[in-house]
Structures are given as C-alpha cells and as structure tokens.
C-alpha cells in the first residue's frame, strides 16, 4: 500500500470516528408511532420519535385505556402520571407491534417509559 493510500485511509477512519462519536450524544428516539385512546373519546393521541429515556406523560385528560404499539421498542404503561408504581401495582408490559386494554373496571393508564 503507498505511503498516500495509507495516509488516505488513516484520514477516513478518523473521520468515521468523529463522526459516531458526535452523534452518540444525540438523544435517541423511538421509531414508529404509539397510539394511545380513551374509550369513550373519539380522539387518538399519537407519540412519534419519543426520547428513550424519563417518563412521558400521555396527554389525555382522562387517561388512556388502548394502546397501540406501533414501534420498534417495548414500553411500560403505568397507572400515574409520573411512571411511579403504587404499592402493589406494577406496570404493565407492552411488547413492540402489540397493543393493550384496559379491564373495565381498572383505572387509565397516565403514563408511560421505554425500555431500552
């Protein structure tokens, strides 16, 4: 290999690393869309590239009791709207392309993390 093929080469894969490494800070988001309902309300709240990280609120003034997964990640549903779980209660798991709803007689979902 000449001595300006190497340098080239050298210059590129210092380049590529710079370049992941500026882009690793950026915060990453889901891919795809969550849906969330209300089943008495007409309205379908959709979330797209929702940050990975911290508790998101769903924005419904009277929760949600469907969800519909339609992303690449799973995400955790919980009953308050801070993602914390009650004594006893958990949250509850809704795997990538699935969804969820509500018994009838349990309480809305008010919010939600991503599992990553």
């Known amino acids: 290999?000449?001595?300006s093929r190497r340098i080239g080469v050298i210059i590129a894969a210092a380049a590529l690393l710079l370049t992941a490494t500026a882009c690793s800070g950026l915060g990453?988001?889901?891919v795809g869309q969550l849906?969330?309902?209300?089943k008495d309300s007409p309205v379908?709240?959709?979330y797209?590239?929702?940050p990975v990280q911290g508790c998101h609120r769903i924005?419904?003034?009277r929760g949600a009791t469907n969800v519909y997964n339609n992303t690449l990640v799973d995400i955790i549903l919980y009953r308050t709207p801070d993602c914390q779980k009650p004594e006893g209660a958990e949250g509850i798991y809704v795997a990538t392309t699935l969804s969820n709803v509500?018994?009838?007689v349990s309480l809305p979902w008010?919010?939600?993390s991503v599992v990553h």
């Open 59 to 61: 924005a419904l003034p």
């Open 44 to 46: 379908l709240l959709n």
């Open 1 to 3: 290999m000449s001595h």
């Open 48 to 50: 797209s590239n929702t």
């Open 35 to 38: 849906s969330f309902r209300h």
């Open 102 to 104: 509500t018994a009838p």
């Open 110 to 112: 008010r919010s939600f």
């Open 28 to 30: 990453r988001s889901t």
